[in-house]
């Protein structure tokens, strides 16, 4: 036996040799300790599901039957089995009947309609429209008669409802050309 090896513990013994039998030469010392704790808490939880199981079936002690009924609810539970081998065929089936789209002969990728992509316009801007002297004076003499004084977004806000700009959607970070 190899040094400190004769210093560890029987299960830890059982573990390195597993390793061993499945050609894992180079771990570190804590893989070890790492298995051990995963397969102790296995063990505890096997052995109080198989408690509980021997309870209620009213026995005073635990069984192999019990222990059988706790490791296969484990297994039931942890683990998920494949869907049967027809049912994959019946979905690939009804997949397949969906004709794949035309493909583009353009250069490049071929990309999603914009309407389905992230980077479609999600921004839009007023241009307003630019008003006429004739009309500055109206809002300034409407302004002086009034005695409730607005703030300034009241104000950009009647104009737009007096005049309605032009909107302009774009994407947020596109690219600008120089």
Do not use: C
């Not at 061993?20 to 063990?43: A, C, D, T």
């Not at 002690?61 to 706790?70: E, G, M």
């Not at 990728?109 to 007023?126: G, H, R, W």
Request: proline residues 8%.
């Amino acid at each position: 036996m190899a040094d400190g090896e004769e210093d560890l513990p029987r299960d830890a013994k059982i573990v390195k040799t597993l390793l061993k039998s499945m050609g894992v030469e180079n771990y570190e010392p804590r893989v070890i300790h790492q298995f051990l704790e995963l397969w102790y808490r296995y063990v505890v939880d096997v052995l109080t599901d198989a408690q509980v199981y021997s309870e209620h079936a009213g026995k005073s002690t635990i069984d192999s039957d019990d222990v059988k009924l706790a490791i296969q609810s484990k297994v039931n539970f942890s683990f998920s089995q494949p869907p049967p081998r027809e049912v994959l065929l019946e979905l690939a089936r009804n997949r397949n009947k969906i004709p794949l789209p035309k493909s583009i002969n353009t250069p490049g990728m071929a990309l999603p309609p914009e309407s389905d992509t992230l980077i479609s316009p999600n921004y839009q801007l007023v241009i307003s429209k630019k008003r006429t002297s004739e009309a500055v004076e109206e809002t300034e003499e409407d302004e002086e008669g009034s005695d409730s004084k607005m703030n300034p977004s009241q104000e950009q806000r009647n104009d737009l409802t007096q005049n309605p700009g032009q909107r302009v959607s774009f994407p947020l970070g596109s690219k600008r050309s120089r």
